[in-house]
C-alpha cells in the first residue's frame, strides 16, 4: 500500500507555471505506475498524464501536451508534474495516483488507481 500526499499547488496568472509534487510513503515506490489527474467544479475527474514505474513512458492528455511535463525521481519516492502556459481552464484540484505498475502499459481511467492523494488546488487568474 502507498500513502500520496500532493504540494504545490496555489495561484497563479494565466501563462504562468506552477511545479506540484506528490510524495509518496513506504518502500517500492518503483513498483507503481503514477498518474496525475483533475477535477475543476461541477465536472468528472479526469486523466492528465501518466508515468511508467521507471519513467520510460508517459502518457499525456491532448490538453497537457507541450504544456505539462511529468518526471519522478524514485530515490525520492516522488512525482512531479510541471506546468506551464497556464490558462484559466487549467483551474482544479489536481490529484496524484498510484497504481501497481503493468508493464507496458500507462493507464488513463481513474477506477483503475486504487491510491490516491487528498489533492491539491490550482487556480489560474485571466
Known amino acids: 500500500q502507498v500513502q500520496l500526499v500532493e504540494s504545490g499547488g496555489g495561484l497563479v496568472q494565466a501563462g504562468g507555471s506552477l511545479s506540484l509534487s506528490c510524495a509518496a510513503s513506504g518502500r517500492l515506490f518503483s513498483n507503481y505506475a503514477m498518474g496525475w489527474f483533475r477535477q475543476a467544479p461541477g465536472k468528472e475527474r479526469e486523466f492528465v498524464v501518466g508515468?511508467?514505474?521507471?519513467?520510460?513512458?508517459?502518457d499525456y492528455a491532448d490538453f497537457a501536451k507541450g504544456r505539462f511535463t511529468i518526471s519522478r525521481d524514485n530515490a525520492k519516492n516522488t512525482v512531479y508534474l510541471q506546468m506551464n502556459s497556464l490558462k484559466p481552464e487549467d483551474t482544479a484540484v489536481y490529484y496524484c495516483?498510484?497504481?501497481?505498475?503493468?508493464?507496458?502499459?500507462?493507464?488513463?481511467?481513474?477506477?483503475?488507481?486504487?491510491?490516491w492523494g487528498q489533492g491539491t488546488q490550482v487556480t489560474v487568474s485571466s
Open positions: 508515468i511508467s514505474r521507471f519513467g520510460g513512458s508517459t
Open positions: 495516483a498510484a497504481v501497481l505498475g503493468v508493464p507496458g502499459t500507462i493507464l488513463r481511467g481513474r477506477e483503475q488507481y486504487p491510491y
